[in-house]
């Protein structure tokens, strides 16, 4: 029994100069829900958090369906008309993902970060609902910008009314010289 100790101790301090590891890995948030037109650039922030200068690579992978089942996402943005721009190199921090796709439809994807020679990782999921761009809010888009810029709504109403006005001036001219024309 006094046998127990010795060998207890010895072992104890034998295992304190193992060397271990630990990792401590995270990203926010767990979703990233996109919604765009068409041919139309939408993007999100996202942080990744990590040791200090532990240096974390990342890449996108889509699926047809949803699912947590990550080997599902084996697509490639290239074979599904997607564009994503992100840092695929980087560090702990608040990064930026953008997302264009050349399609409309909903994509399912899933973005995800490994630390360097480990087999830790971590990712978010994404969701990307692309529609068709619609005419009639591209119209209000482009008087909401003019209104941004500090043009004010006198400004814009004034213009519009001396166009029209100049329009019409330009017509009944166009039919004052017709109807001069046919009569003589």
Request: aromatic share 10%; charged share 15%; glycine share 8%.
């Amino acid at each position: 029994m006094n046998v127990c100790y010795p060998v207890f101790a010895i072992l104890i301090f034998l295992f304190s100069f193992l060397p271990c590891s630990a990792a401590s890995i995270g990203i926010s948030p767990e979703k990233l829900h996109f919604s765009a037109e068409r041919d139309s650039m939408s993007c999100q922030n996202f942080s990744l958090f990590g040791n200090e200068g532990e240096t974390l690579y990342g890449k996108v992978g889509w699926s047809k369906t949803l699912s947590n089942n990550l080997g599902k996402y084996n697509l490639t943005s290239e074979s599904l008309g997607i564009s994503a721009s992100f840092p695929e190199t980087t560090v702990s921090g608040r990064h930026q993902i953008c997302i264009v796709s050349k399609q409309s439809g909903t994509y399912y994807g899933a973005l995800l970060y490994r630390l360097e020679n480990s087999s830790y990782g971590i990712g978010t999921w994404i969701l990307l609902d692309v529609s068709d761009p619609n005419p009639i809010k591209k119209v209000l888009s482009l008087t909401g910008s003019a209104v941004k810029r500090g043009l004010s709504a006198d400004k814009i109403w004034i213009s519009s009314v001396f166009l029209l006005t100049l329009l019409l001036v330009l017509l009944v001219i166009k039919a004052w010289r017709r109807k001069k024309d046919n009569l003589a």
